[in-house]
């Protein structure tokens, strides 16, 4: 037997003692799909610093350069397909050997997969909300304002980054125009936890019933380095519960876990369901 069958082995043992097994993801599981990552293997964040909320709402300045930058960004989510280890842990969780998810991911992949039950902690990037009356729509209706509003922009191409950001030229920026919201004339915000800002607190409350409710947690593509995460991952380790880890490069719960497994999520996801001898539908291949 390999190492690789060796790990994922002592992967499938655990889901078997624990099929109700919290699932916690991160950017990891979406990098196949195309969408960039965070950090590097060492868990070091990679780029520029994210705009933090409070700054997106006192400055117009900030709010044109995420806007733009998103306008450029927004087709890399827009296009991304769940991949292989999507797919794979929605069979898993479809034929009852893992519990619900918690999702660190903004990019509604999960869903597209088939998962149910799945928490996005950090909100959502397909959707736009009104700060002012709390209107909602979707961000690709957003997209069709910011390109009416900025027809300049219509040729332009910038290298993604993750979340739906792009390393957009900065020269693009001065002439660029925020679309407000159609009801109100609000300031808009995509619906999501920024850098900066707090998870809200009935979505807290949430995820950490549901990690009392479960008997494990299995960590799945993230380096849990931002606190939200991080702090599921010791209030299950404080409870007594086992923590499982399928994740390249160091995570900030390294010493938590009693077992961790480094491969590819999209090719070990899918052996893994495999060998817990969950049947593959045709969509799945």
Not at 25 to 30: E, K, L, N, P
Not at 42 to 52: T, W
Not at 230 to 259: F, I, N, Q, S, V
Request: glycine residues 8%.
């Amino acid at each position: 037997m390999s190492t690789t069958d060796d790990a994922l082995q002592q992967l499938a043992r655990f889901i078997e003692r624990h099929p109700d097994a919290l699932v916690l993801t991160g950017a990891g599981i979406s990098t196949a799909s195309g969408i960039p990552g965070y950090r590097d293997a060492d868990g070091v964040r990679r780029g520029r610093d994210p705009i933090q909320g409070p700054e997106f709402r006192t400055s117009e300045a900030v709010r044109r350069r995420y806007w733009a930058r998103s306008f450029a960004g927004w087709p890399v989510i827009d296009q991304a397909l769940p991949n292989a280890g999507h797919r794979a842990l929605a069979r898993l969780q479809a034929h009852g050997r893992l519990g619900a998810i918690i999702t660190q991911n903004v990019d509604g992949l999960h869903q597209r997969a088939g998962s149910s039950n799945v928490l996005e902690l950090h909100g959502s990037i397909r959707t736009v909300r009104c700060l002012q009356c709390d209107t909602r729509q979707a961000r690709a209706e957003v997209q069709a304002q910011l390109q009416a509003c900025n027809p300049q922009m219509a040729e332009v191409t910038a290298a993604p980054a993750p979340d739906g950001d792009a390393h957009l030229d900065p020269a693009w920026l001065d002439s660029f125009r925020i679309p407000e919201c159609p009801r109100c004339g609000g300031m808009l915000q995509p619906d999501v936890v920024f850098f900066g800002d707090l998870v809200p607190a009935s979505r807290t409350a949430v995820a950490s019933e549901l990690v009392s409710r479960a008997s494990a947690l299995l960590v799945l593509g993230s380096s849990v380095m931002v606190h939200s995460g991080y702090r599921l991952c010791t209030r299950a380790a404080e409870a007594g519960k086992p923590l499982a880890a399928l994740t390249a490069g160091k995570t900030r719960a390294d010493p938590l876990y009693a077992l961790k497994v480094t491969l590819p999520l999209q090719e070990s996801l899918p052996l893994l369901a495999d060998m817990l001898g969950t049947p593959c539908q045709p969509e799945c291949v």
